[in-house]
Nanobody, 125 residues
Framework: VQLQACGGGLVQTGGSLRLSCAAS????????VGWFRQAAGKERELVAA????????EYADSVKGRFAISRDNAKNTVYLQMNSLKPEDTAVYYC???????????????????WGQGTQVTVSS
């Protein structure tokens, strides 16, 4: 599967952005998905994860209550709605996918086999 992320940009503190990740290739509904981010000089970290069906989610503590991950399997697309953005949310955001037989969230970056190219999110203070 190939992933194409978009929707990043420059936003002021408190603003919102919605990232999209379009998938092409094999049956997207067979894949658990996640959004990761990497700030300058820091390691890549999980932001949010979503199971195949969309029934299960997991969020980093730093984004709980502000971000929401969702998917539309009919459109082969994953979304990350980001509200109440803070300067510390500034990073390159990546979508990722991995095929799973079970409906489960996947938390480790090393478990993901497919990655999008990244989209820059910059939050100004």
């Amino acid at each position: 599967v190939q992933l194409q992320a978009c929707g990043g940009g420059l936003v002021q503190t408190g603003g919102s952005l919605r990232l999209s990740c379009a998938a092409s290739g094999r049956a997207f509904s067979n894949y658990a998905v996640g959004w990761f981010r990497q700030a300058a000089g820091k390691e890549r970290e999980l932001v949010a994860a979503l199971s195949r069906s969309g029934a299960m989610t997991e969020y980093a503590d730093s984004v709980k209550g502000r971000f929401a991950i969702s998917r539309d399997n009919a459109k082969n697309t994953v979304y990350l709605q980001m509200n109440s953005l803070k300067p510390e949310d500034t990073a390159v955001y990546y979508c990722a996918a991995c095929e799973r037989l079970l409906d489960m969230v996947v938390l480790r970056s090393t478990s993901y086999h497919y990655w999008g190219q990244g989209t820059q999110v910059t939050v100004s203070s």
